[in-house]
């Protein structure tokens, strides 16, 4: 396979659903069975009935790629898609029914977070079983415990049965185990959101550090922030198909934008099903521009005016409205609150209807397909009324006419704002030596 270590040819793995047999039969129940058989079909005969069909479902079909050694592959696609069943495959845990594929190498698995962990055993005891059980020697354990222990910051409790353990004291421990462990390919599915935020970014590190020491990793992930931080190569699944393959930035794009379309309004007219609680309830979400006109499209140079109304059912509140942009690869481009309005500083709420309007300038966003998530909340205590992703979507694009944010620049700005910012340049004169003078 020369620098190949994973080539997929034709792969695909094919489940039956319905009713089945049970798993476990005994000697006693097979025989019976098989006595009872030629009566059962006989039966159908005369009753014109036909033979019980099982269905089946193609989980994977037709799977052709190649991982070259020392890449770092993100794996994506919606639930469903068959990317789990992909790192089975590849992982041995269970077979393909149609192709093939070929893996050159040890594996490692981060497949499921803490699977092989006992109760009633210590920290310690259950470091070595489930490092046994992913495929560490003892002697590898033995190396990495003291490095394993400092990681999942757990010392104090190391001899103490992890069935006294909080939840989160339990991933961060099972997390150290599989993030310690040392193949040449690694497979990786959904597993850095464990622990506070502040031990999710030490994983996120983790698994940074592993990609550059030129190891072989393949990352299943819904987070596409992470699988943009340490994947070059994405992988996009689609009903158990590969859709697309390739650059990171190009494929998130794509899978984010199948089914999004620009939307300029998002509205309820009855409170019952809007979204929200008894406290307060989302009444409308829209974008406008200066003239107040509902739009989904605008020129680089425009201002951009996202309006949000809510009903206000309690008079004892602090509500502040939130909006977060993202952009078309789902990274936050920025979040804004309404903290700063008069209206809000130190003031709660009557019962009523509300509007809160935010303006983002023009010469402000860089080119391309945006989103917005709404937020209601109340800071203390800490409680949200409105979690809305996706609210809306708008295109912010360049037509060329006037003096933009690229000017005589030919190309588009990299980045995810292009702000005009001030610039100020001075000259002083050269003497004839070439100094100032």
């Known amino acids: ?38 009566y059962r079909m006989a039966r159908r005969m ?3 009935e036909s033979a019980p069909r099982t269905q089946t479902i193609w989980a994977l079909k037709d799977i052709d790629f190649e991982v070259k050694q020392g890449e770092v592959v993100g794996v994506i696609g919606r639930n469903g898609a068959g990317k789990s069943t ?9 077979e393909p029914s149609a192709g093939r594929v070929r893996v050159a190498g040890r594996v490692g698995s981060l497949l499921e977070v803490g699977t092989g962990f006992h109760p009633e055993l210590t920290g310690r005891e259950n470091i070595y079983l489930n490092g046994a059980i992913l495929g560490m020697r003892h002697a590898e354990i033995e190396q990495r415990f003291d490095e394993i222990v400092a990681f999942s910051e757990i010392e104090k409790f190391i001899d103490t049965p992890v069935k006294h353990y909080s939840s989160g004291m339990f991933l961060r421990l099972a997390f150290a185990v599989a993030a310690h462990l040392t ?29 550059k020491e030129g190891r072989t990793v393949l990352f299943v992930s819904h987070n596409m ?45 009855n409170p019952e099903t809007a979204p929200g609680d008894s406290t307060l309830k989302l009444k409308r979400v829209r ?75 023009g010469d402000f966003f860089n080119e391309g397909m945006y989103s917005i998530d709404v937020f209601i909340r109340v800071l203390v205590p800490r409680k949200y009324f409105v979690r809305e992703s996706n609210l809306l979507s708008f295109r912010i694009q360049d037509s060329g006419s006037g003096l ?3 000017g005589e620049y030919p ?21 004839r030596t070439g100094g100032e003078e």
Not at 183 to 211: H, N, T, W, Y
Not at 247 to 265: F, G, K, M, Q
Not at 294 to 323: C, G, K, N
Request: charged fraction near 30%; include cysteine; aromatic fraction near 8%.
């Open 1 to 38: 396979m020369g620098d190949l270590v994973i080539r997929s040819e034709g792969l695909g793995k094919r489940y039956r659903i319905g009713d089945l047999p049970s798993e476990y039969r005994t000697l006693r129940e097979t025989i019976v069975d098989l006595a009872k058989a030629p």
């Open 46 to 48: 005369i009753r014109g």
């Open 86 to 94: 992909l790192l089975k495959v590849l992982s041995r845990i269970t």
């Open 183 to 211: 193949p040449e390919i690694l497979l990786v599915d959904e597993v850095l959101a464990v622990g506070d935020d502040r031990f999710q970014k030490k994983c996120m590190g983790k698994m940074e550090s592993v990609g």
């Open 225 to 269: 922030t992470a699988i943009h931080r340490l994947c070059p190569r994405v992988i996009l699944l689609d009903e158990g198909r590969i859709r697309a393959d390739g650059d990171t930035s190009e494929i998130i794009a794509e899978y984010l934008n199948a089914d999004r379309s620009e939307a300029d309004c998002k509205e309820w007219n």
């Open 287 to 361: 974008l406008l521009d200066r003239n107040r006109r509902v739009r989904s499209s605008f020129d680089i140079r425009e201002p951009v005016w996202v309006e949000v109304e809510y009903w206000a059912f309690d008079t004892a509140q602090r509500f502040l409205p939130i909006l977060m942009v993202n952009t078309e690869d789902g990274i936050c481009a920025f979040e804004t609150a309404a903290n700063h309005d008069p209206a809000y500083s130190g003031k709660t709420r009557k019962k009523g209807i509300y509007r809160s309007l935010c303006r983002i300038p």
């Open 404 to 406: 933009s944010v690229k």
């Open 411 to 431: 190309k588009v700005w990299s980045g995810v704002v292009a702000p005009i910012l001030p610039w100020e340049t001075d000259v002083r004169p050269l003497s």
